[in-house]
């Protein structure tokens, strides 16, 4: 049986991880779930962009601390 995601809440949850501070929110873990949400949205044909809530240099801690947007629908 095949089941669909819905990406709506695939996104709540991504910025959610996103967001997060604490130790366990590593910048690898981030990084996972950036690029989870991005091959979401872009295969979905929803990608709409991000904001950065952290820092915006690669080499910034914080660089994946962001929010991802979806096209209205």
Known sequence: MRKTANV???LDYA???LARTDEH???DFKSGIAT????VLF???QYN???????NKIE?????ARAYHMKKE
């Not at 989870?36 to 091959?39: D, H, L, Y």
């Not at 910034?60 to 994946?64: K, T």
Request: charged share 20%; glycine share 10%.
């Open 8 to 10: 709506k809440e695939l």
């Open 15 to 17: 910025n959610r991880q």
């Open 25 to 27: 929110a590593t910048y």
């Open 36 to 39: 989870m949400i991005q091959t």
């Open 43 to 45: 295969n979905s044909n």
């Open 49 to 55: 962009g991000y904001i950065h809530l952290g820092g």
């Open 60 to 64: 910034d801690a914080d660089y994946y």
